[in-house]
């Protein structure tokens, strides 16, 4: 009997494919794949010493597969979650302290966001020199510049201006 053998068939174990964390916010029920996404948005690229596990495409009884992000010693901002909401609409946040999670709660998908994302059209009165804060409409499937009306759908994450 080997004592690393796998679990192929619990269904409550999936947790502990990533590491618990002390203090800081674990994202859960992002969808699968948006990982990077979710940490371009906390503006986390690893410079700096930021300590970080991912689950990326772990099997989840409420999605066929989700990733997780776990990052030690920092707790969201609501500006923060209101992005994150965009590209990961079902996301739970998990506020951790002590190894203990002492808030949690699904984001919540704001009407409007301003001033996080920056409008692709370079014709926009946002992108000129005149300072005039970015505000998009959040729609059902993407997310409308409230000035030029110029709609993203896909890509949400790379305009992001934080
Ligand atoms: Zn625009």
Redesign the pocket.
Do not use: A, F
């Given at each position: 009997m080997s004592d690393d053998h796998d679990h192929h068939d619990g269904n409550d174990d999936h947790e502990l494919r990533v590491s618990k964390i002390r203090d800081g916010t674990v994202i859960d029920h992002v969808r699968g794949g948006q990982a990077l996404n979710v940490l371009a948005i906390l503006g986390i690229d690893g410079t700096n010493g930021e300590e970080v596990s991912v689950g990326m495409n772990v099997p989840s009884n409420r999605f066929a597969r989700k990733d997780i992000v776990k990052v030690e010693g920092r707790e969201l901002s609501q500006d923060e979650v209101d992005v994150l909401s965009l590209i990961a609409p079902d996301a739970t946040i998990n506020i951790v302290r002590d190894y203990d999670v002492v808030e949690k709660h699904r984001v919540e998908r704001p009407d409007v966001v301003e001033g996080v994302l920056s409008?692709p059209?370079a014709g926009?009165?946002?992108?000129g020199d005149e300072p005039v804060t970015s505000r998009f409409s959040v729609l059902e499937d993407g997310v409308r510049?409230s000035?030029?009306e110029?709609i993203v759908r896909d890509e949400i994450a790379s305009l992001i201006d934080t």
């Open positions: 409008c059209n926009c009165i946002t992108t510049c000035y030029c110029t």
